[in-house]
């Protein structure tokens, strides 16, 4: 007997490797995200106001993003092992609702442009009144929010830090720099969220296949079982 399901067979080592890699995944983005978190307490430290990409709550929502994603492939993994329906139920719960976190993630920093450029000037300016700009201007070459004339007025009554460029010719402040650099740290959330929906996605099908497969596999085994059990019968009684 030919078994139905022989087209969409998943191997043991497929499974395996596929989840093998959404952990090495998982864990480079992880990295990012502490990456991340590491530049806002740096450079942009003690702010009341920030682009979403660097708020508090983004970065717990991202880190047990990356915590379940890379649990729910070690899930994986041990399925592939030793496969059950509520190893699978778990997978799939588990999956489902990281990729919806992911994908909101992802496709949301790409919605807010002009908030952004909002939150950036708010962001810029709280290190002008705060005096803390001066790491700023050094490390990104800019000078002021706005340029060297944010030195000269009458009110600033303040000189530029030691290092930076507004002594020199077409020296640019500091927002245009930060809205531009802070811009490829919400580009790189995006990039980082969308790559582990993609992966994930994909994972999440192979394992249905897989199940499916195993399952079928099984039932297969259990109608050969009982035909060959029934032959037995039918050759006793003769």
């Known amino acids: 007997m030919v078994n139905p399901f022989r087209w969409c067979r998943m191997s043991h080592d497929c499974v395996l490797q596929i989840n093998v890699v959404l952990v090495v995944v998982g864990l480079i983005f992880l990295l ?39 649990l729910n492939a070690v899930l994986g993994i041990c399925m592939a092992q030793h496969p059950t329906a509520l190893k699978f139920a778990g997978y799939v719960l588990i999956g489902c609702v990281v990729l919806l976190y992911t994908v909101s993630i992802g496709v949301t920093r790409f919605m807010y442009r002009g908030r952004f450029e909002f939150f950036v000037e708010m962001l810029v300016l709280q290190m002008w009144v705060g005096k803390s700009l001066g790491k700023v201007e050094v490390e990104f070459e800019c000078c002021g929010m706005t340029g060297v004339v944010d030195y000269q007025t009458a009110s600033s009554n303040r000189t530029w830090p030691i290092g930076s460029c507004c002594g020199q010719q077409n020296c640019t402040g500091c927002t245009s720099k930060l809205s531009k650099y802070l811009w490829t740290i919400e580009m790189d959330v995006a990039r980082d969220n969308i790559t582990v929906s993609v992966l994930l996605f994909m994972a999440m099908i192979v394992m249905v296949l897989h199940f499916k497969d195993v399952q079928s596999l099984d039932d297969f085994g259990d109608a050969e079982e009982t035909s060959e059990l029934a032959a037995d019968d039918s050759d006793a009684k003769e």
């Open 32 to 70: 990012d995200v502490l990456s991340h978190l590491y530049l806002k307490v740096v450079m942009f430290p003690g702010l009341r106001l920030y682009p979403v990409a660097l708020r508090p709550w983004l970065f717990w929502v991202r880190a047990l993003t990356m915590v379940a994603y890379i």
